[in-house]
């Protein structure tokens, strides 16, 4: 009875113990997998969020197209990020020197000069700079802006097209930190006009009709240009999202978001050649 009882004792140790080792080779597995997972790279993208409906604060969290798009686009690459709100100097100098950041979204116009600092993906947004004024202004093209008040964007392409025009050192030019303030400065009458791209321009006429502003269009001297996302030099970032970003555009994605931002089907020709 004794050694039947020592017996059956022996062979319920054996397994308890080899049933522990069953569960540790599965903890270890799906350790290992978790780790895996873990270990990806998160990519920082740097944007300004003053820039609706591109990219803008809704409380306090960032959203907008290029938020949405590049959400799409990371996921069609099967890659995870994040953004932050760094201003549009912040983003330009961060991935620049790609320390905390790896790229940057923020309606990004693609220029030659910025390129010899940057890298840039294909393009996927067609826009062109606007004009915006008080009904009833005289004010029909760009050259009619020379001995006006102005206001944009600083180191924006805006920026440029109206330093050609007004002068370097025109104090009428007035350049702000952001769009938003340059709106206000034409809110408080202290521009006659402000210059930006498109979006903003007709999301900011759109969400204020009491204040009876319009759009002047000048396809002259105003020619349209496109958005990429800003790479720093030599980034592996754009061999992988390029590809992303064309299958996002020619698979129904993009025209999803732009419909629902902007209200109406994207032309994307010029987006693919």
């Not at 059956?8 to 080899?18: E, K």
């Not at 020197?97 to 010899?116: C, W």
């Not at 093209?141 to 370097?168: F, H, W, Y």
């Not at 754009?238 to 064309?246: R, S, T, Y």
Request: hydrophobic letters at 35%; one cysteine or more.
């Amino acid at each position: 009875m004794k050694k039947w009882y020592i017996i059956a004792i022996l062979t319920l140790v054996t397994a308890v113990i080899l049933s522990g080792c069953g569960a540790k080779n599965n903890s270890n597995n799906a350790g290992s997998e978790a780790g895996n997972s873990s270990d990806a790279t998160t990519y920082v993208f740097g944007t300004d969020a003053a820039y609706a409906p591109m990219e803008y604060m809704d409380k306090d969290k960032i959203t907008g197209f290029d938020i949405e798009f590049i959400d799409a686009v990371m996921d069609e690459a099967g890659l995870k990020h994040e953004v932050k709100n760094t201003g549009w100097d912040g983003m330009l100098v961060g991935v620049e020197k790609a320390t905390e950041l790896q790229a940057g979204i923020s309606s990004i116009s693609i220029t030659d000069e910025r390129k010899q600092t940057y890298d840039y993906s294909m393009p996927y947004f067609e826009s062109i700079n606007v004009i915006m004024v008080k009904e009833g202004s005289d004010i029909k093209s760009a050259l009619d802006l020379k001995d006006k008040k102005v206001a944009v964007q600083t180191g924006t392409t805006a920026d440029t097209l109206m330093t050609e025009i007004m002068g370097n050192s025109n104090t009428d030019l007035k350049k702000f930190d952001s769009n938003a303030v340059a709106l206000l400065e034409l809110d408080q009458g202290g521009a006659d006009a402000v210059v930006a791209d498109i979006a903003i321009v007709r999301d900011y006429i759109k969400n204020n009709p009491d204040k009876k502003y319009v759009e002047v269009s000048d396809t002259t001297n105003f020619t349209p240009e496109y958005y990429g996302i800003l790479y720093p030099k030599g980034s592996e970032l754009k061999a992988k999202l390029d590809p992303a970003i064309k299958t996002v555009i020619e698979n129904g994605k993009y025209a999803e978001l732009y419909k629902k931002w902007f209200g109406e089907e994207p032309n994307t020709a010029n987006l693919l050649k």
